[in-house]
């Protein structure tokens, strides 16, 4: 092989540049067979992007939204709906696709699995789900700058969602909890770093006390009242001390994975009265978009196949569970309710089937 040669374009590269595209607000052409059709995020596209893109499709363009979002207007479905959308302003597309006052539209049809392939970057690329989409044939010329992207890369992204090494150990004191050891693992989809803060001296070779914390700017770093995520990242290290050490992943999937931006959208609708799950719905998102490829990859990097895991999330258990490492125990994780984080506490319970123990059940009746 030619050792200069930088041919080789993986699938996981492929699907990472069409991210930027999209967060640029650039349409990128996704290929299926012959099919081709391209597909722009509304929510990074300006409006005089989506103008020029009405006018290369001659308004034969049509609005995706998700299927939670359909729901939201009143429509079943179950890919998503297609809305033809010759006609439509920028603002009623936006409209259409977010706003809590919206009507349901008065034509539709079922969407075709490429828009809600297109749906799954704009979710890759941490913006909210609604995709303006076009067929190209017979006008692929107007696209020609934009980047491809074969659908079938984006159901093979397994591999790359697990392949992580470790770059840099090092250790850093932490307030009240002495010396830990920070450990960067790097990989993924994109290639992203991923963090495991190993507390105390934990023998590896037996069940390790493990708790995978999401990150939560809001609560974690800020202090936020809305959420318990603060107080659940603190307990859980001290938690892991007091069990005689412990590993701490800190997973970089903001909002439940959909992105800070759209979580603060989703607390702009809770301020309005909804909960986290429908105002999650709302802008189209399912109640979770959390992956656990890269806790296990670090689980399995680190040497750990059997954990103690900190947390009240069952979703949690499961993905561990599935992949081969035995979870023995669950210790539960909790933070402070307070007037604020009441009805996120409540949500949890309800919707998500959180575990809480009795006295927490009874608090947040
Ligand atoms: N979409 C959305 N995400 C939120 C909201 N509030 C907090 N989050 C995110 O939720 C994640 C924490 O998830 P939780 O469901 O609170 O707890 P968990 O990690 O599943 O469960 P535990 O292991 O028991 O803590 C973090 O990524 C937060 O950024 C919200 O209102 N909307
Ligand atoms: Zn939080």
């Known amino acids: 092989?030619?050792?200069?040669?930088?041919?080789?374009?993986t699938p996981a590269m492929e699907i990472e540049r069409a991210v930027a595209e999209l967060r640029f607000g650039r349409p990128v052409i996704l290929e299926s067979g012959k099919e081709k059709h391209a597909v722009l995020a509304l929510d990074c596209a300006a409006p005089e992007t989506y103008d020029a893109f009405a006018a290369a499709s001659e308004d034969r363009h049509a609005l995706f939204v998700t299927a939670q979002r359909a729901h939201c207007l009143g429509i079943s479905s179950s890919l998503g709906i297609a809305v033809p959308a010759e006609g439509m302003s920028f603002d009623a597309a936006a409209r259409l696709?977010?706003?809590?006052?919206?009507?349901?539209?008065?034509?539709?049809?079922?969407?075709?699995?490429?828009?809600?392939?297109?749906?799954?970057?704009?979710?890759?690329?941490?913006?909210l789900p609604a995709m303006v989409c076009t067929e190209i044939k017979g006008i692929e010329d107007r696209f020609e700058a934009c980047h491809r992207l074969d659908c079938a890369h984006l159901s093979d992204t397994r591999h790359a969602r697990q392949d992580f090494t470790e770059v840099v150990r090092t250790r850093?004191?932490?307030?009240?909890?002495?010396?830990?050891?920070?450990?960067?693992f790097r990989g993924g989809?994109?290639?992203?770093?991923?963090?495991?803060?190993?507390?105390?001296?934990?023998?590896?070779?037996?069940?390790?006390?493990?708790?995978?914390?999401?990150?939560?700017?809001?609560?974690?770093?800020?202090?936020?009242?809305?959420?318990?995520?603060?107080?659940?990242?603190?307990?859980?290290?001290?938690?892991?001390?007091?069990?005689?050490?412990?590993?701490?992943i800190y997973l970089d999937q903001e909002g439940r994975g959909t992105g800070i931006g759209s979580k603060m959208r989703a607390y702009g609708y809770q301020h309005q009265g909804l909960d986290t799950i429908d105002a999650d719905a709302e802008l189209g998102l399912e109640p979770d978009h959390r992956r656990y490829e890269a806790a296990i990859a670090i689980l399995r990097?680190?040497?750990?196949?059997?954990?103690?895991?900190?947390?009240?999330?069952?979703?949690?258990?499961?993905?561990?569970?599935?992949?081969?490492?035995?979870?023995?125990?669950r210790m539960p994780t909790h933070g402070k309710i307070t007037a604020?984080?009441?009805?996120?506490?409540?949500?949890?319970?309800?919707k998500a089937d959180h575990i809480f123990d009795p006295e927490m059940l009874a608090a947040t009746k």
């Open 189 to 248: 989809l994109a290639q992203k770093d991923q963090i495991a803060i190993i507390v105390g001296d934990p023998d590896f070779s037996r069940p390790v006390s493990v708790r995978i914390h999401s990150s939560c700017l809001t609560g974690d770093l800020c202090g936020s009242l809305k959420c318990d995520c603060g107080d659940q990242l603190r307990n859980g290290l001290a938690n892991l001390r007091a069990a005689g050490g412990g590993v701490l």
């Open 172 to 184: 850093v004191p932490l307030k009240d909890l002495g010396d830990a050891q920070f450990a960067v």
């Open 301 to 329: 990097l680190l040497g750990i196949s059997s954990v103690v895991l900190h947390t009240n999330n069952p979703t949690k258990i499961a993905a561990i569970n599935a992949a081969g490492i035995k979870v023995v125990g």
């Open 1 to 9: 092989m030619d050792r200069f040669s930088f041919r080789v374009c």
């Open 97 to 127: 696709s977010y706003a809590l006052d919206a009507k349901a539209p008065g034509e539709w049809r079922e969407a075709d699995p490429a828009m809600s392939a297109a749906a799954e970057l704009a979710r890759m690329a941490l913006l």
């Open 340 to 350: 604020e984080n009441l009805n996120y506490l409540r949500t949890k319970a309800s």
